[in-house]
T-cell receptor, first 115, second 118 residues
Framework: GAVVSQHPSWVICKSGTSVKIECRSLDFQATTMFWYRQFPKQSLMLMATSNEGSKATYEQGVEKDKFLINHASLTLSTLTVTSAHPEDSSFYIC???????????FGQGTRLTVV | AQKVTQAQTEISVVEKEDVTLDCVYETRDTTYYLFWYKQPPSGELVFLIRRNSFDEQNEISGRYSWNFQKSTSSFNFTITASQVVDSAVYFCALSEAPGSGNTGKLIFGQGTTLQVKP
């Protein structure tokens, strides 16, 4: 079946640095990908919709200048957390809609810890 | 607005007990999809089921069963003869109407943490 690969699976970075997370669709093309964030013991909240060849659409309350999204090809979307702070520590997970309506394929997730 | 509510934050059962996880949703769409996902401690989301709003038939898959009641906007999940390996966080989710361009965008409930004790 369709697979979405997310990398890295975990990362620890220093406060003030930037971190890039990649999300790849391995055997299908994805013109749209979604980025979610999950704080400990909380639900997954949609951060933004990544659109191939155009600007991402951000959900209300998500800082577009802090969470940079690039969808440069039909198989790759990246999320860059710029100037990370401890409060950005969270689990980030991407998804891509697969062929057939209603299907969503999730990456393995990235656990970000900012120290 | 769309919303998914899982009122049970945590459930603890003893192995072999049956357990039902509740899910209530709100949507103005006439066509939509409902999902259940399992999230073990590793964090990865494991797909369990997708239900089309047109299909109200209940479904059984091994020890898992789902009861979809459109009249009450509920999509409950039952695990029969629970096992320790069922311990995880379970999420109910709703997706927007197909064809809206947002297929794959999910609204998640708060999640229910299930602990199955030996």
């Amino acid at each position: 079946g369709a697979v979405v690969s997310q990398h890295p699976s975990w990362v620890i970075c220093k406060s003030g640095t930037s971190v890039k997370i990649e999300c790849r669709s391995l055997d299908f093309q994805a013109t749209t990908m979604f980025w979610y964030r999950q704080f400990p013991k909380q639900s997954l909240m949609l951060m933004a919709t990544s659109n191939e060849g155009s600007k991402a659409t951000y959900e209300q309350g998500v800082e577009k200048d802090k969470f940079l999204i690039n969808h440069a090809s039909l198989t790759l979307s990246t999320l860059t957390v710029t100037s990370a702070h401890p409060e950005d520590s969270s689990f980030y997970i991407c998804s891509a809609p697969g062929q057939g309506r209603g299907k969503a394929f999730f990456g393995q997730g990235t656990r970000l810890t900012v120290v | 607005a769309q919303k998914v509510t899982q009122a049970q934050t945590e459930i603890s059962v003893v192995e072999k007990e049956d357990v039902t996880l509740d899910c209530v949703y709100e949507t103005r769409d006439t066509t939509y999809y409902l999902f259940w996902y399992k999230q073990p401690p590793s964090g990865e989301l494991v797909f369990l089921i997708r239900r089309n709003s047109f299909d109200e038939q209940n479904e059984i898959s091994g020890r898992y069963s789902w009861n979809f009641q459109k009249s009450t906007s509920s999509f409950n999940f039952t695990i029969t003869a629970s096992q320790v390996v069922d311990s995880a966080v379970y999420f109910c989710a709703l997706s927007e109407a197909p064809g809206s361009g947002n297929t794959g965008k999910l609204i998640f409930g708060q999640g229910t943490t299930l602990q199955v004790k030996p």
